[in-house]
Each structure stands twice: as C-alpha cells, then as structure tokens.
C-alpha cells in the first residue's frame, strides 16, 4: 500500500513537470505571429493613429454587431466591432465569418486612419488579413 502513494505524487510531480511545458506550446501557437508583430492595445492605436496609418498591426478584444455582406466582386465579407475596455475598432475582412458575438479574439491587418466610402469617411478601420477566436480550442493542440 505504501508504493500506491508515491505513484500518484509521481503523476502529480510530472503532471506539474509537463503542464506548464504543454500551456507554452499551446501559447506560443496561438500568439506566434502576434509576438512577432507585437501587440498593440486599441487605446494606443486610437490615441497615435497617425502612427499606425496603413501599417500592419494586432490587436485583440471582443466582437460585437458582427454584419454579414458582399463585396462588388459578389465574395462573401463581413465587418464587425472590436472592443476593449479602452476603445473600439472596426473590423472588416473578406470570406466567411468564422466569429461570434462575445468572442475574443486576435486580429492581424492594417490599420487606417481614415478610408474614404462614397461620400463617408471611416475612421479607425483594420483590413482584416487574420482572425482568431481565443476562446475555443485549436483541434491541431488537441491529442
């Protein structure tokens, strides 16, 4: 009875040992190509947008009043707002909406002060290239 024991504080002991080796992985994969990037909080963007005028940035927050549409080319996009507790953006991106209100998520594009649409100006725009919802599993980390 006595060897029952010191096995499972040996499964506790490398259970500790792996776990915080397994979270970096599952870190590093996910925000890879934000560390490289480096990202930026949405206060800083709205605060030096001059600073980050049509250069490539990433962001992160939550997705509210996602919008569904099509481009003149008749491909699906869509838009969306991104919020922190500092500010908010909006989003757009070409394809398939893979997001949901409430998620929070990564988003990497470039970043425009002012775009002009018609007679409207948009202020505070990104062109979407990536987004990445945080709060569900990447099936590739799961074994």
């Given at each position: 009875?006595?060897?029952?024991?010191?096995?499972?504080?040996?499964?506790?002991?490398?259970?500790?040992?792996?776990?915080p080796a397994v979270l970096s992985v599952v870190t590093v994969s996910t925000l890879s190509v934000t560390a490289a990037a480096g990202l930026l909080e949405i206060s800083?963007?709205?605060?030096?947008?001059?600073?980050?005028?049509h250069q490539d940035v990433v962001v992160s927050g939550a997705v509210?009043?996602?919008?569904?549409?099509?481009?003149?080319?008749?491909?699906?996009?869509?838009g969306f707002?991104?919020?922190?507790q500092a500010g908010t953006l909006k989003v757009i991106s070409l394809g398939q909406a893979d997001i949901h209100?409430?998620?929070?998520?990564?988003v990497e594009g470039v970043f425009s002060r002012l775009r002009q649409v018609g007679r409207s100006i948009v202020y505070n725009e990104i062109k979407a290239l990536s987004?990445?919802?945080l709060n569900r599993l990447n099936p590739d980390l799961v074994g």
């Amino acid at each position: 009875m006595a060897t029952q024991p010191v096995r499972r504080r040996g499964f506790f002991v490398l259970l500790a040992v792996l776990l915080p080796a397994v979270l970096s992985v599952v870190t590093v994969s996910t925000l890879s190509v934000t560390a490289a990037a480096g990202l930026l909080e949405i206060s800083e963007l709205l605060a030096h947008p001059e600073q980050y005028d049509h250069q490539d940035v990433v962001v992160s927050g939550a997705v509210t009043n996602v919008q569904l549409a099509t481009n003149r080319q008749g491909q699906p996009a869509y838009g969306f707002l991104l919020k922190d507790q500092a500010g908010t953006l909006k989003v757009i991106s070409l394809g398939q909406a893979d997001i949901h209100e409430g998620d929070q998520v990564i988003v990497e594009g470039v970043f425009s002060r002012l775009r002009q649409v018609g007679r409207s100006i948009v202020y505070n725009e990104i062109k979407a290239l990536s987004v990445k919802p945080l709060n569900r599993l990447n099936p590739d980390l799961v074994g």
